[in-house]
């Protein structure tokens, strides 16, 4: 499966200690985007690359989270001091520029701060 | 910025009848509204999209409508099968003239679909 990755699957952590997560894009796509799903809602938009640079970041993505896609290829997402409410899915998608057939979403990390 | 609508929030209806799920959104600015279908545990799955230079986009048995005029799109699912159980989300965004570069989505709340057998 040449998809888009995520890892970990799942992620329980307690309060106040810090996450990183993992998403290897396909291969050749150029853009990508994170997004955090709550249980009943819809993915909300928290940052995306082009190759390494950060193009936007939703101002839902607080001081204590941070992006980074250092050589235009995988991304990590990292949540310092992690509260109870940033339990959620973490997805992760990818896009070619160029290419028609829009977004691939990865299979997510799910979070629980306990 | 964007904000999309989704209605209904459930619905349930029987297998082989048809299911139709409605979506507005805000920006007009919008020319591109691709619709996911995410089961249980799993990743939102493309199933149809749509530009905004055509009114209607059909693949077997889903089809897109759009009305750029009053900012409407919708999901029209015939001869439903109890696979096709699962959540679905319109969203928005903005893509490029070409339609090959797209930036963020802005995604509807959802609409859980049952269909019984």
């Known amino acids: 499966d040449t998809g888009v990755s995520q890892n970990p699957r799942h992620k329980i952590t307690k309060r106040g200690q810090n996450v990183t997560f993992r998403c290897d894009p396909i291969s050749e796509h150029n853009r990508l985007y994170w997004y955090r799903q709550t249980l009943g809602q819809g993915p909300e938009f928290l940052t995306y690359f082009q190759n390494e640079a950060q193009l936007e970041k939703s101002r839902l993505l607080s001081d204590r989270f941070s992006a980074e896609r250092p050589k235009g290829s995988f991304s990590t997402l990292e949540i310092q001091r992690t509260e109870q409410g940033d339990s959620a899915m973490y997805l992760c998608?990818?896009?070619?520029?160029?290419?028609?057939?829009?977004?691939?979403f990865g299979s997510g990390t799910r979070l629980t701060v306990v | 910025g964007e904000n999309v609508e989704q209605h209904p929030s459930t619905l349930s209806v029987q297998e082989g009848d048809s299911a139709v799920i409605k979506c507005t959104y805000s920006?007009?600015?919008?020319?591109?509204f691709p619709w996911y279908k995410q089961e249980l545990g799993k990743r939102p799955q493309l199933i149809i999209d749509i530009r905004s230079n055509v009114g209607e986009k059909k693949d077997q048995r889903i089809a897109v409508t759009l009305n750029k005029t009053a900012k409407h799109f919708s999901l029209h699912i015939t001869e439903t099968q109890p696979e096709d159980s699962a959540v679905y989300f319109c969203a928005a965004t903005i893509a490029n003239a070409g339609g090959t570069s797209y930036g963020k989505l802005t995604f509807g709340q959802g609409t859980i679909l049952t269909v019984h057998p």
């Open positions: 998608a990818s896009s070619l520029e160029g290419n028609r057939y829009g977004y691939t």
């Open positions: 920006d007009s600015a919008s020319n591109y």
